[in-house]
């Protein structure tokens, strides 16, 4: 039978980072794929505590790689929006508006009730 010492860091009242430690060899459970690994297959945090992150570097590419598509999806339909959304108003402005408050905005604005005030005297 092998002696395991089981360490659980604690912080803010969170679980935080949980390390499996055999006297042989250290090994750490993956919080995503739940497979027990060694622990050269961890990156480290905080070296300068030795905390190391939660997943595998295997899990952690993979959601990293998730993170990117999502964030260049994101950016693209937000750039589609921004050409598609330009409102030309008549008192010579134009601004993108993602939402009706943008509209409302202009149309309180100083400058467009300037221009309209003028345009009806």
Request: aromatic share 14%.
């Amino acid at each position: 039978m092998m002696n395991l010492l089981y360490t659980l860091f604690v912080v803010n009242n969170k679980y935080k980072y949980t390390i499996l430690q055999n006297r042989d060899n250290q090994t750490m459970e993956c919080t995503k794929c739940h497979e027990r690994k060694d622990i050269s297959e961890f990156s480290l945090k905080n070296k300068k505590e030795g905390i190391y992150y939660l997943h595998c570097d295997d899990c952690r590419k993979y959601t990293l790689q998730m993170q990117y598509k999502y964030k260049n999806k994101a950016k693209d339909e937000y750039e589609i929006k921004k050409i598609t959304n330009v409102i030309d108003c008549e008192c010579g402005k134009s601004f993108v508006s993602f939402r009706d408050y943008h509209i409302y905005r202009h149309v309180n604005s100083q400058h467009h009730k300037n221009y309209i005030s003028c345009k009806n005297r």
